[in-house]
């Protein structure tokens, strides 16, 4: 299994940006997917997740400004950041099913 995440970068607080992983090599639309991110100096932190169904559920943290999706069709799914913060500054990763990551992309957010 492969995971290749996209779309990170450098954008100013209250701005937008959208990750994008598209996984490889397994059956993608029967498993769950899920954002974390890692900040310096911070333990590995839950984001989003969306189940095969597509129920999506999201920490305090993020809720109201996240959205994850999923597209089975192009075996990706994305994590949509709005009203960012300095503080989602991090790198973000994806993960499918129960054990599979990507290698991360990292999100900066400073003005």
């Known amino acids: 299994v492969q995971l290749v995440e996209s779309g990170g970068g450098l954008v100013q607080p209250g701005g937008s940006l959208r990750l994008s992983c598209v996984v490889s090599?397994?059956?993608?639309?029967?498993?769950?997917m899920a954002w974390y991110r890692r900040a310096p100096g911070k333990e590995r932190e839950w984001v989003a997740s969306?189940?095969?169904?597509?129920?999506?559920t999201y920490p305090n943290s993020v809720k109201g400004r996240f959205t994850i999706s999923r597209d089975n069709a192009k075996r990706t799914v994305y994590l949509q950041m709005n009203s960012l913060k300095p503080e989602d500054t991090a790198v973000y990763y994806c993960?499918?099913?129960?054990?599979?990551w990507g290698q991360g992309t990292q999100v900066t957010v400073s003005s």
């Open positions: 993960k499918f099913g129960p054990a599979n």
């Open positions: 969306i189940s095969s169904g597509g129920t999506t």
């Open positions: 090599g397994s059956a993608f639309s029967i498993y769950a």
